[in-house]
């Protein structure tokens, strides 16, 4: 087996072609997308809205089927396969494991989308020029009420839930067998093993790394990028600086410095203590929310909501949209949704089988589908149910608290602000409350900044789970650039809509991913069958 890895030099410990060339289509891409903005915005647009509306119903088939597979291996004798030799155990503990699983997974969006997505939903003005639940109009509940609100919930947990994690599943249990199981380096490659053997380590390998490598660096910037305006917001809120691009500029300075030390200390010290600190203010935050809120009506809606989701997440992920405007719904809220699990799976998957060393797969599909879901649910409910039960119950009547106005101007940061002020206030605990809000969305953007940052450079050594410390700042500092020139050239959105189209292809790697682990599992179980037999014999 050969590795290519360079022995001495600058890129030592690295493989020199790979990295040269990821470099190389990063540093173009930018310029692109940078100085020809709304060319490339008008580009990837038009190839973001084709595959939307041509390759609507396959997404939603691919997503069904990755679900299925999660399903097969729980319940098959394949569950209790270790990812590595069947006397290895777990690395981590399982509070670092799921504290590092959310803290990859999630990132800021659930901090802004909590409360916006389900106050979207719970709309029924159809501002955006498309129904705003067509779950909820089909259910009946078509006005602004307690039982669109419970429907709104299901819409946003159906966004978050099983489905998109299951596509984290698949993509992180194959590479975890694959490096541990049968010895092959922790990167994409590998999953190819059982169709071309060791031609991975040829030409064919080299272009599903790179792939990995530049949806890393990509929806780490995009999300940066991005996510700087709203800590911007955040900081003027707090402290009356403003939130120019000069403010957001010296952030992804910061971020970026803070991303790389952690990534540099590792996943047992840098990225585990800031995720297990993630969580801690994630559950003080949360409590607030729930006990300054209005508690039993949230409890109750919990309820409703899970038994609501539970009852139709397989009907909704089956379902088709084929009038003009569930369609256009569809496209912008579900497939966009799908299409962003898919772009993000490959960085997501790598790390998540990173610190997946010694579990069983069946422990493993449990514990990543299922109690990241769990409490992604909870989250989305306390946040979401405090926005829409301000709305339900506003003193000029349902839909008035100005909640939903901030939605439909997508002043998400806003309202999310707004809808702290309702629970404690605009005194110096909801000060409080804000500080920790804004603390949580640089915090969780630096887990995930570190561990795609340890992922693509990871890739790039092709598999070395402690890569080059060098190359790990350096690629933290190129993920820094990328959404620097991009926010003042006015390209993130540009970047943004090109991850969304690369979920097509990328959803076909992922579909080769899938058989091939399931066709390696396969031979292992006719192989101990066959071994068992020679021993009777």
Known sequence: MVTELAQGGVFQGMHKGMTLTSGGLVLLFVLFTGLGSETAGSLFGTARTWIETTFSGYYLVTVMLLLAVCAFIVFSR???VRLGPDDSRPEFSNFAWLAMLLSAGIGIGILFFGVAEPVFYLDDTG????????????????????????????????????????????????????????????????????????????????????????????????????????????????????????TQLLLIAGISAISIFSAVTGVRRGIRVIS???????????????????????????????LDYAINFIPMGLWHADEPGTAEWQQGWTIFYWGWWLAWAPFVGLFI????????????????????????FVWLIIFGGNAMYQELHAAGG??????????????????????????????????????MMVFLLMSWFVTSSDSGTLVLTTILSLGDEEPPARFRVFWGVVIGLVA?????????????????????????????????????????????RRRRRLNER
């Open 78 to 80: 394949y569950g209790s």
């Open 127 to 246: 501002a955006f020029g498309y129904p705003n639940n067509p779950h909820a109009d089909m259910a009946g509940a078509t006005a602004i009420g307690h039982e669109r609100a419970i429907d709104a919930l299901r819409v946003t947990l159906f966004h978050w839930g099983l489905h998109g994690w299951a596509i984290y599943v698949i993509v992180g249990m194959s590479l975890a067998y694959f490096a541990y199981r049968k010895g092959l380096p922790l990167a994409l490659r590998s999953a190819l093993y059982p169709f071309v053997g060791d031609r991975i380590f040829g030409p064919l390998g080299h272009l599903f790394d790179i792939l990995g490598v530049l949806g890393c660096v990509f929806g780490v910037a995009t999300s940066l990028g991005l996510g700087v305006s709203q800590m911007a917001v955040g900081l003027e809120r707090l402290v009356g600086v403003g939130s120019g691009l000069s």
């Open 276 to 306: 297990e600190m993630n969580v801690w203010v994630s559950l003080a935050v949360v409590g607030i929310f729930l006990v300054g809120g209005p508690t039993l009506w949230l409890i109750m809606a919990f309820g409703e909501t899970l």
């Open 353 to 376: 089988a990173r610190i997946s060393k010694g579990r069983t797969l069946r422990e493993f599909v449990l514990g990543v589908l299922l109690v990241p879901t769990l409490i992604i």
């Open 398 to 435: 349902p839909g008035s608290a100005g909640i939903i106005e901030l939605v439909n101007a997508w002043q998400l940061p806003a309202a999310l602000f707004a809808t702290a002020d309702g629970i404690v206030g605009t005194g110096a605990f909801g000060w409080l409350l804000s500080a």
């Open 484 to 528: 620097a020139v991009l926010l003042v050239a006015g390209g993130l959105t540009a970047l943004q809509t090109a991850l969304i189209a690369a979920a097509l292809p990328l959803s076909v790697v992922i579909l080769v991913m899938t058989a091939g682990v399931l066709l390696s599992l396969f031979r292992e179980s006719l192989d101990a």
